[in-house]
């Protein structure tokens, strides 16, 4: 168990709505990141928080958008949902910001649209 | 193109063999991580290396800089090592996220 926590673990819906994904970091954790992997692409970095401020971007979709709200945890929201959102969605969290600290892993969110 | 590349993609031996996994990147890098990705889907990270050598347990993993190559190695591999071993590299440009490549599939026979 390596303290991260992401809920729900299983999300089908269809396409066109919008779902939000949670994540709480590990206690101490101050960085979040969030990633998307799906069976053709592997892991992509979507994007990062640090202490409630957005550090760093990746590859996210303008349809995507997510924030870490003062008690560090995070929500990844997704709108107006295609079917190769069909994924999983990781969140990790680290104790610094850079590239050099290790990141803890949630079990992961499997999103399905339909 | 991925730019970090992984070799093999699939690798298959039997219990008790030395395994070697591979990771090129192809310009400089602050840091190369190595995870474990378990059946069920979860994501260990197993070592974070800037330079030299790592160790812990059956599990070792050395990186060249110069080469900008890295090396995951298992020893004595048992069937419960089976899973993704995936490399990840932090640049040294831009900002701090982490660049994954496609994973190595480890099955172990017993």
């Known amino acids: 168990d390596s303290g991260v926590t992401q809920t729900p673990k299983h999300l089908i819906t269809a396409t066109g709505q919008r779902v939000t994904l949670r994540c709480s970091p590990r206690?101490?954790?101050?960085?979040v990141y969030w990633y998307q992997q799906s069976l053709d692409q592997g892991l992509q970095f979507l994007i990062q928080?640090?202490?409630?401020?957005?550090?760093a971007k990746g590859n996210i979709l303008e349809r995507f958008s997510a924030q870490q709200f003062p008690d560090l945890h995070s929500e990844l929201n997704l709108s107006s949902l295609e079917l190769g959102d069909s994924a999983l969605y990781f969140c990790?969290?680290?104790?610094?910001?850079?590239?050099?600290?290790?990141?803890?892993f949630g079990p992961g969110t499997r999103l399905t649209v339909l | 193109k991925n730019e970090v590349e992984q070799s093999p993609q699939n690798l298959t031996a039997q219990e008790g063999e030395f395994i070697t996994i591979n990771c090129s990147y192809s310009?400089?890098?602050?840091?190369l991580h190595w995870l474990q990705q378990h059946p069920g889907g979860g994501i260990v990270s197993l070592f974070m290396?800037?330079?030299g050598k790592k160790k812990h347990g059956r599990l070792i993993a050395t990186i060249n800089i110069q080469e900008k190559h890295s090396s995951l190695h298992i020893t004595a591999s048992h069937p419960r090592d089976s899973a993704v071993y995936i490399c990840?590299?932090?640049?040294?440009?831009?900002?701090?996220?982490?660049?994954f490549g496609t994973g190595t599939r480890l099955t172990i026979i017993p």
């Open positions: 990790a969290s680290s104790v610094g910001s850079t590239r050099g600290d290790t990141q803890y």
């Open positions: 206690s101490g954790d101050l960085s």
């Open positions: 928080y640090y202490n409630g401020e957005e550090r």
């Open positions: 310009v400089g890098i602050s840091a």
């Open positions: 290396l800037s330079s």
């Open positions: 990840a590299v932090g640049y040294n440009f831009g900002n701090e996220k982490l660049t």
